[in-house]
């Protein structure tokens, strides 16, 4: 089946620092990748919409300087959180869709942010 | 407006045993419904996906059923496994090519 590759699983980092976390499909063409925040025992929360070649679409609330969202390929997405705070600490997943998009989601593994 | 509500929010069973969990959509227009297993500190992983067309669906031990009617969906599972416990969730589309719209899950905790 399709599959979604999502790096780094785990990753601990300092105040102020910016991270970066890929989201890749391997064996199918995405224009449309979605990224999500889940706190513990939380649902999933939409943070954005990544559209290939075109502005990522933010929901009410995320702030679109602080995670940075580029889709360069139909293949690649990345989400960068700059300047990184321990409040930003959470687990973050994407998602992506086929170029039919009325087909399943496939969901990355997930990365496990940790900001000390 | 839109909304996916799952019940039982929590859920302890013995191995071996059969459970159902609950997801009712305000969901509309309806394009599909899906139900994820999410393992702890995993992404989710499918389970099945229905259409406004199909009642019932299986994969393995794990049955979903949708009333388009009623809205309502359930996911049975038989035979549990202590591999079972996890977050189980509803996903529903409103229509193709749109964001999902996630139930909270339910959480499944499967105990010998």
Same mark, same amino acid.
């Given at each position: 089946?399709?599959?979604?590759?999502?790096?780094?699983?785990?990753?601990?980092?300092?105040?102020?620092?910016?991270?970066?976390?890929?989201?890749?499909?391997?064996?199918?063409?995405?224009?449309?990748?979605?990224?999500?925040?889940?706190?513990?025992?939380?649902?999933?929360?939409?943070?954005?919409?990544?559209?290939?070649?075109?502005?990522?679409?933010?929901?009410?609330?995320?702030?679109?300087?602080?995670?940075?969202?580029?889709?360069?390929?139909?293949?690649?997405?990345?989400?960068?959180?700059?300047?990184?705070?321990?409040?930003?600490?959470?687990?973050?997943?994407?998602?992506?869709?086929?170029?039919?998009?009325?087909?399943?989601?496939?969901?990355?593994?997930?990365?496990?942010?940790?900001?000390? | /407006?839109?909304?996916?509500?799952?019940? %039982?929010? @929590? #859920?302890? *069973?013995?191995?071996?045993?059969?459970? !159902?969990?609950?997801?009712?959509?305000?969901?509309?227009?309806?394009?599909?419904?899906?139900?994820? /297993?999410?393992?702890?500190?995993?992404? %989710?992983? @499918? #389970?099945? *996906?229905?259409?406004?067309?199909?009642? !019932?669906?299986?994969?393995?031990?794990?049955?979903?059923?949708?009333?388009?009617?009623?809205?309502?969906?359930?996911?049975?599972?038989?035979?549990?496994?202590?591999?079972?416990?996890?977050?189980?969730?509803?996903?529903?589309?409103?229509?193709?090519?749109?964001?999902?719209?996630?139930?909270?899950?339910?959480?499944?905790?499967?105990?010998?």
């Amino acid at each position: 089946g399709a599959v979604v590759s999502q790096h780094p699983s785990r990753v601990i980092c300092k105040s102020g620092t910016s991270v970066k976390i890929e989201c890749r499909s391997l064996d199918f063409q995405a224009t449309t990748m979605f990224w999500y925040r889940q706190f513990p025992k939380k649902s999933l929360m939409l943070m954005a919409t990544s559209n290939e070649g075109s502005k990522a679409t933010y929901e009410q609330g995320v702030e679109k300087d602080k995670f940075l969202i580029n889709h360069a390929s139909l293949t690649l997405s990345t989400l960068t959180v700059t300047s990184a705070h321990p409040e930003d600490s959470s687990f973050y997943i994407c998602s992506a869709r086929d170029l039919h998009g009325n087909t399943e989601a496939f969901f990355g593994q997930g990365t496990r942010l940790t900001v000390v | /407006k839109n909304q996916v509500e799952q019940s %039982p929010q @929590s #859920l302890i *069973i013995l191995e071996g045993k059969n459970c !159902t969990l609950q997801c009712n959509y305000t969901v509309s227009p309806f394009s599909n419904l899906r139900w994820y /297993k999410q393992d702890t500190g995993r992404g %989710p992983v @499918s #389970l099945t *996906i229905m259409t406004f067309s199909e009642n !019932t669906k299986s994969n393995g031990r794990y049955t979903a059923t949708l009333d388009a009617d009623t809205k309502q969906s359930s996911l049975h599972i038989t035979a549990s496994q202590l591999s079972d416990s996890a977050s189980y969730i509803c996903v529903v589309s409103a229509q193709a090519g749109t964001a999902l719209i996630f139930g909270k899950g339910t959480t499944l905790s499967v105990s010998s």
